[in-house]
Nanobody
Framework: QVQVVESGGGLVQAGGSLRLSCTTS????????MGWFRQAPGKERQWISC????????YYADTVKDRFTISRDNAKNALYLQMNSLQLEDTAMYFC?????????????????WGQGTQVTVSS
């Protein structure tokens, strides 16, 4: 059984930083691209970043580019999202997801597995 578990969310002031982590089990981690999505109340789930299976390529939504950094450690079956210069608009539930493929589709429909999410709240 595949499990995907996020951690690292919390309350932070605008301009601050947080680092999200995602660990997996039951998954051949280095065969899947991994991504982060987020969903704010009343809004659709939004793709924000993805990293290919071997960390060779990374992709970011324009809304987080140059502020967030995605990385992975295949030896630890772990995915990370370093979030800097956080803004009020970054407040959302953040989800880790395993793509069906080794490359990034950026599509929520192409994610094979999802975590339960970790809440990030940015205050003024």
């Amino acid at each position: 059984q595949v499990q995907v578990v996020e951690s690292g969310g919390g309350l932070v002031q605008a301009g601050g930083s947080l680092r999200l982590s995602c660990t997996t089990s039951g998954l051949t981690f280095d065969e899947n691209a991994m991504g982060w999505f987020r969903q704010a109340p009343g809004k659709e789930r939004q793709w924000i970043s993805c990293i290919t299976h071997n960390a060779g390529r990374t992709y970011y939504a324009d809304t987080v580019k140059d502020r967030f950094t995605i990385s992975r450690d295949n030896a630890k079956n772990a995915l990370y999202l370093q979030m800097n210069s956080l803004q009020l608009e970054d407040t959302a539930m953040y989800f880790c997801a395993a793509e069906r493929y080794a490359w990034c589709t950026r599509s929520s429909q192409q994610q094979a597995y999802w975590g339960q999410g970790t809440q990030v709240t940015v205050s003024s």
